[in-house]
């Protein structure tokens, strides 16, 4: 791997950007006239990999003390809800704080799922080797669904006394919160990527857009919970077929697409399939269209520096970046 090293350097190994980060929002609240608590944020990284690869290095580089891992997802099968790429891991410790997620499906809260909680905890205790404080919950939950799932986060600090709640939110939750709800759970975390339409070809980049970023945040009153912050730092594409979207690729092979027999360039990180073929383990028939889209490392640290003092408060502590094991910390 290369870049970890020069990585580190450019980022001045977290304290340094943590400095210029502090003195340059000092500065901000110094020109508009106001004092804040506000504090210059801390590092972490989201895990989402079902086999467990911690990147050392990469903690390291960012001064990182916690590891956001995804323990399971849970989606609704078969008429009940069903787990699903449960963590895989031999190792029983970890070099810094390990903080279990769970992704659940909306279609999760469209039904009656009174046992839920109690088998997610079940489950979680069973699986998950790390003794952790807290345990997030990731959810892009609707108004119609809100009553299920805010339920369902009340019933599970009841399971788990003594131990944070926190959960994901997502721009749309965030700016429509008096439709949306506030969750009741002790923290939140902000998402600020997957922004664009991705079912469109047209769109640039689906996973980050910062001038839509920035009008769901503008002018927006503090949120009534401590809210870190979540950057993207990873690639895929995106496969239309008849102009519907097909596929996700994760990390797609860019030596096969330089291929001119197979693939021919529409233009900067657009493709079109010239003759059909296996790709990223999936057949493409000749047409199809092929959209590359990156959120790049140096990109997420520029977004993370200029939204944390438009949505940090008193209490926010994190910029969590999503996520480790992306080819782009390497380049």
Known sequence: MVGLNTEGTEVGHGGARRLVWQLGVGLFFLLAGCTSEVHPPSYSFYHWETQLKVNDSLLHAHQADRLYIKAFDVSWEQGRAEPAAVLQTSDNTLAVVAVPIIFITNEVFQHPADTLA?????LLDRSFPYPFAELQLDCDWTAG?????FDFLTHLRELL???TISCTVRLHQYRDRAVQGVPPVDRAVLMAYNTGELGRWETDNSIVDPRIISAYVKDQPPYPLPLDLAVAVYDWA??????????????PDLAELADTARFAAL????????RSTYYGGLYLYRGDLIR??????DAALRLADGLWPQIAGVKSERIIFYRMGSRQWAD
């Open 267 to 274: 233009g900067p990180l657009r493709y079109q399939v010239e």
């Open 238 to 251: 995106a496969v239309y077929r008849r102009g519907q979207l097909a596929y996700l690729i994760n990390e």
């Open 292 to 297: 590359r889209e990156v959120a790049g490392r």
């Open 118 to 122: 109690e088998d997610i905890t079940a």
């Open 145 to 149: 669904t809100r009553i299920a799932y």
């Open 161 to 163: 006394p003594g131990k």
